[in-house]
């Protein structure tokens, strides 16, 4: 039975507009943190933005979202996009229904439970992306990533943009099932999603959001042990977590980012110093050390239109194992991966 949630009590899923209605949720326990970095002369704003809904349409789902920022007005885009998303997520699930979706990349391993929110999360980034060009912003010279799960019971639906991640984690000791795992992990949850090789890039800021579920509240240190990815819920044997799924940056460099940035008409190379290349890979215009993106998709950045570069997001649908282990969810920044490995 249930141990936490609204709703019935019965355990048997109910088949709504949107799909299978999941049977009562277990605990989510949900925080976020955004700090400005510190490298001395680099940047004086932080230009993340963090989104965390702990109650989305009903007290059982949540939204958790991190946008990273970049280009001179970076701040306000991020800003733009949090403000935006959750009534423009909500107005595609109720207008869109379980409609076609954009051309993202969009595949469903778990069954049809996510493929309508899939489905609406590409359109959600489009429009957003679109409201973006009309908003008064400069999204000639700034963009933005955006990393947005919905979490619905067992059922995560994950959409993301450019080099923020989301890391799915469970007990190393956790049963599993069959399915396919992320980079870097195993095979206890299902899952459908778009997945391929990445680099991970730079920044000197970061931004988390983290939610954990469970049969019941973890205690205040056993969170942070689970935050941190050793001991964690009693539950999970003391053994600490693995990485079950991951999703995968947008980096120009990746395959089929270069083959479409090339195509397109524009180069992906590394910046020139006075010793050769530096930093990361970076799409430019093909004859002129113009643009410098350091992914392959972003919002805004509409010169990178001509270039390749898209707003088309990687979805991916996630079913967690039955019963009531416990799992964590990690958005964040590449102000983040830089230091942390999955």
């Excluded at 899923?13 to 049977?23: L, N, T, Y």
């Amino acid at each position: 039975s249930p141990r936490g949630g609204s709703g019935s009590s019965s355990t048997v899923p109910r088949r709504g507009a949107w799909g299978v209605v999941p049977a009562s949720p277990t605990s989510v326990d949900a925080a976020g943190v955004s700090l400005p970095g510190y490298a001395p002369g680099y940047k004086d704003q932080n230009q993340d933005s963090a989104l965390l809904l702990d109650a989305f349409l009903s007290s059982r789902q949540q939204l958790l979202a991190v946008m990273d920022g970049h280009g001179p007005e970076g701040h306000r885009v991020s800003a733009f996009v949090r403000q935006n998303l959750p009534f423009t997520l909500l107005n595609q699930l109720v207008a869109g229904g379980g409609g076609g979706g954009n051309g993202g990349d969009e595949t469903d391993r778990s069954g049809d439970n996510g493929r309508p929110v899939q489905r609406a999360m590409q359109r959600t980034v489009a429009s957003l992306d679109a409201q973006l060009a009309g908003s008064g912003i400069d999204v000639a010279s700034s963009g933005t990533t955006a990393v947005l799960c919905h979490v619905h019971g067992r059922q995560l639906t994950a959409a993301w943009v450019g080099d923020s991640r989301a890391v799915l984690g469970l007990p190393e000791a956790g049963a599993g099932a069959s399915g396919t795992g992320g980079r870097g992990g195993g095979g206890s949850v299902r899952w459908g999603g778009e997945q391929r090789g990445a680099a991970v890039g730079a920044s000197s800021e970061g931004s988390a959001a983290l939610a954990r579920a469970g049969g019941s509240p973890a205690p205040p240190d056993q969170r942070a042990a689970a935050s941190r990815g050793g001991g964690g819920d009693g539950r999970g044997g003391g053994m600490g977590w693995r990485v079950a799924w991951s999703s995968t940056d947008h980096k120009p460099e990746a395959p089929g980012e270069l083959e479409r940035i090339e195509a397109a008409g524009g180069r992906v190379a590394r910046s020139m110093g006075p010793r050769g290349p530096v930093g990361p890979f970076r799409v430019w215009f093909k004859n002129e050390d113009q643009f410098g993106l350091a992914m392959s998709r972003a919002l805004g950045d509409l010169p990178g239109r001509q270039l390749g570069v898209t707003a088309t997001p990687s979805t991916a649908s996630l079913q967690l194992p039955a019963g009531d282990g416990p799992a964590v969810l990690v958005l964040a920044s590449d102000g983040v991966w830089e230091l942390l490995d999955n």
